[in-house]
């Protein structure tokens, strides 16, 4: 599976968007990336996921570019309670099992 | 998270004592996994499982032995605990193995002293 690069921190005011970068360079053809969060000691929460084209839902919107090697996370009206470790992971599937990065240190500040 | 409990929430043993982790689900998922979670390492897988007594190593499964005797449970156990093995334990569900359909449990803190 590709390896993914993130930032390891980064502050978000209240109630501006989020934009979360992602680099998989070494991405494959059928590869996803998935994202999920980890609010402080619990279990990873699964945000959003996708293959090639952009996605949205209530979350959250991910961008991906159309050379597939970056993507972007996008929390559109950040809040305190966004403040979590996103974890960026492509994968196919084929290993059944997902393997976490570093993630990014999202503070949210009031 | 619904559908998916680890106990216990917290344990402290001593060293040398065995110790056995419990995941408990009731979503019928086929895939089971262990993680580990230490500062500055993330995330770790520890062993899988993708089917009843079908079960595989991850990552750092030294020191550990899994078992899967039916579908909602999957048991972690760590024969002869060391300190080393002092940390939080995650237990997740996927229905396909796909990435987008894991559920973690809350987790379980362990303390070997």
């Known amino acids: ?47 959003i996921h996708g293959l090639k084209n952009n996605e949205t839902n209530e979350m959250a919107s991910l961008i991906i570019t159309e050379d597939r090697k970056s993507s972007t996370l996008i929390l559109p009206h950040a809040t305190l309670r966004d403040t ?27 | 998270d619904a559908g998916i409990t680890q106990s216990p ?9 065995p110790v056995t982790l419990r995941c408990h689900q009731t979503e019928n998922h086929r895939y089971m996994y262990w ?8 995330l770790r897988l520890i062993h899988y499982s993708y089917g009843v007594k079908d079960t595989d190593k991850g990552e750092v499964s030294d020191g550990y032995s899994v078992s899967r005797s039916k579908t909602e449970d999957f048991l972690l ?5 060391t300190s080393s093995q002092t940390s939080v334990y995650f237990c997740a569900i996927s229905v396909g193995g796909q990435g987008d359909g894991y559920t973690f449990g809350s987790g379980t803190r362990l303390t070997v002293v």
């Open chain 2, 77 to 81: 156990t760590l024969e002869s605990a």
């Open chain 2, 9 to 17: 929430r917290h344990k402290v043993t001593e060293t040398g004592t």
């Open chain 2, 35 to 42: 993680y580990r979670q230490d500062p500055g390492h993330g």
């Open chain 1, 1 to 47: 599976d590709a390896k993914t690069t993130q930032p390891p921190s980064m502050d978000c005011a209240e109630g501006r968007a989020a934009n979360l970068p992602c680099n998989h360079s070494t991405i494959s053809g059928n590869e996803y990336v998935y994202w999920y969060r980890q609010i402080h000691s619990q279990g990873p929460q699964y945000i």
């Open chain 1, 84 to 110: 979590a470790v996103y974890y960026c992971i492509v994968d196919s599937g084929s290993a059944r099992q997902l393997t976490f990065g570093s993630g990014t240190q999202l503070t949210v500040l009031p």
